[in-house]
């Protein structure tokens, strides 16, 4: 094949195309309108997982904050009403108007002439670590004939490590025996929209559903309201159960750091305070749940949930076999004992509903990756607990801070002496030294459960000299839970309850430092 070659210039060159480098891009663009920015991605349109997720997939939470800032994702709120008879706050977007969405976005930027898109191309990142002192970068076409030298004057910005993986684009990670059937979520429903003898035997079958993420409990969901399988027709191999927030609670992002603050980081008492409040479920009352993943269901939903009485619980999967011809057995690890498949092998389908979505290794394995890498690039992490877009746009807001000269630069050197960096003699802190100090990942695993807390006061902190703009700016900004009329930030009673219960809480004791100085930048901000 003939390859053809193509030099290009901008501001920003983004990898990615999923929700988290579109809110960040929005967001970046709205702040800089004079900004140039490439975005790339190795699908055919924008939207990430999106693109490739199964068609009954819709949001698990509202659509009030998820997607861009610039533009509501539920639509206008009276057409919401009279049209679909949904309050705003209980829209839940459907794959299509995802699609939708984002493939407007970036029609709209393209035609703007602030962002051109490149779909179905590939980053070097071999390149990376070689290109970032002179700015130049390289990606091509996924079939090779096109290839690309960018000269980026700003900053690489990696929207990738986030990704969500999905069983469309993940197999099962474990052996299974030839005649097994093993179906992802997208073909059940793309089998079951067909018309003819395909969709009728599909309704007479049994299910083994692999996985108690929110793909699976959409699975589930999806068998029994849209195919009408009986629930005694299915079952849910659970490796492990799961804290739910209540859909219908209308709980905040940082309502479990705070518990976990009053709990003492006991994780345990934390989740029973929450669902006694009644913004915590679980599938089984009986049956404490190990993992806390942040998935969001719906009461409704969780009824359909508990109507499975085949549960089984031995752990992960890790390998299905096929034993004298038509039966079939499921393997466990750890020494568990195989589990008997509740109906013949002609008639039994395994929902594959195993792949980790955004909680991956290659997420996980980026503990040490700073967001704010160097004077080239920086790395969209989460800086909050979910929903993502809140944490994407916020980085863009410090970035255009950044360029615009308005970080109150004084009080981060302050913070940056706190946590115990010193510079040498004759040497100061640049803006970019200053932010790769302060700004760290939030771990989707909890393992630092109150950074969020600390990142959203650093925001508060010196995003602008008066801490009064960054916080109007994050009630103006749709994403964000402060958007919502009633909701407060807290933040002084934040800093007060983190710096009382350090120790306790397992804060490094430059953390306390911090908080210290943290504590007297906002006291504009209390009681907001």
């Not at 913004?279 to 089984?284: C, N």
């Not at 499975?308 to 466990?332: C, L, P, Q």
Request: proline content about 5%; aromatic content about 8%.
């Amino acid at each position: 094949m003939t390859s053809s070659s193509k030099e290009l210039e901008c501001d920003y060159l983004v990898v990615g195309a999923g929700a988290a480098p579109m809110a960040f891009i929005d967001t970046l663009l709205t702040e800089l309108p004079d900004s140039k920015v490439i975005l790339i991605d190795k699908k055919a349109a924008p939207g990430g997982h999106w693109v490739d997720a199964y068609g009954f997939v819709r949001l698990h939470q509202p659509s009030i904050v998820y997607g861009i800032s610039s533009q509501q994702l539920e639509g206008n709120w009276l057409k919401l009403l009279l049209t679909k008879l949904t309050l705003p706050w209980k829209h839940r977007a459907s794959k299509k108007e995802m699609l939708t969405y984002f493939g407007n976005f970036v029609d709209k930027k393209v035609a703007s002439k602030q962002l051109d898109f490149y779909p179905n191309s590939i980053y070097k990142f071999e390149t990376k670590g070689k290109v970032d002192q002179d700015g130049i970068h390289y990606f091509s076409s996924v079939d090779g004939s096109m290839s690309y030298k960018v000269k980026v004057n700003s900053k690489l910005v990696d929207g990738t490590r986030g990704e969500c993986i999905i069983p469309h684009d993940s197999p099962l990670q474990f052996p299974v025996d030839e005649g097994v059937r093993v179906m992802t979520p997208n073909q059940i429903y793309d089998t079951h929209q067909e018309k003819g003898d395909k969709r009728s035997v599909m309704l007479k079958n049994k299910y083994v559903v692999l996985g108690a993420g929110k793909t699976g409990m959409d699975a589930i969901v999806y068998l029994q309201r849209k195919m009408k399988i009986d629930p005694v027709n299915i079952a849910w191999v659970i490796p492990n159960d799961v804290w739910m927030f209540n859909g219908s609670a209308g709980g905040r992002p940082w309502d479990f750091p705070e518990s976990m603050a009053k709990c003492s980081n006991d994780i345990d008492k934390a989740s029973f305070s929450l669902e006694k409040e009644g913004k915590l479920v679980r599938l089984d009352k009986n049956i404490t749940p190990t993992r806390f993943r942040f998935p969001v269901t719906q009461l409704n939903e969780l009824k359909l949930l508990r109507k499975v009485k085949t549960i089984i619980r031995r752990g992960r999967a890790t390998a299905i076999r096929r034993k004298n011809n038509s039966h079939v057995t499921v393997e466990f690890e750890s020494n568990h004992p195989p589990w008997d498949g509740f109906a013949p092998i002609e008639t039994c389908i395994f929902v594959h509903a195993t792949s980790p979505g955004p909680s991956n290794d290659r997420f996980d394995s980026m503990g040490g990756e700073d967001i704010f890498g160097s004077s080239r690039n920086m790395t969209l992490h989460l800086i909050f607990l979910p929903p993502v877009s809140f944490s994407m746009s916020c980085l863009a807001k410090i970035e255009a801070a950044r360029v615009k000269g308005t970080l109150d630069t004084g009080v981060m050197r302050r913070l940056a002496l706190a946590f115990g960096e010193e510079k040498t003699a004759g040497s100061d802190f640049t803006d970019d030294d200053l932010l790769k100090i302060l700004i760290k990942r939030v771990s989707p695993s909890g393992n630092d459960i109150h950074r969020g807390t600390i990142n959203q006061v650093l925001l508060l902190a010196f995003i602008d000299r008066d801490p009064m703009v960054p916080l109007k700016w994050m009630k103006q900004n749709r994403l964000s839970f402060l958007s919502i009329p009633g909701v407060k930030a807290d933040s002084c009673n934040h800093v007060r309850m983190l710096r009382s219960k350090g120790t306790t809480l397992g804060l490094p004791e430059n953390h306390v430092r911090m908080l210290d100085v943290l504590g007297e930048k906002i006291v504009p901000l209390e009681g907001m």
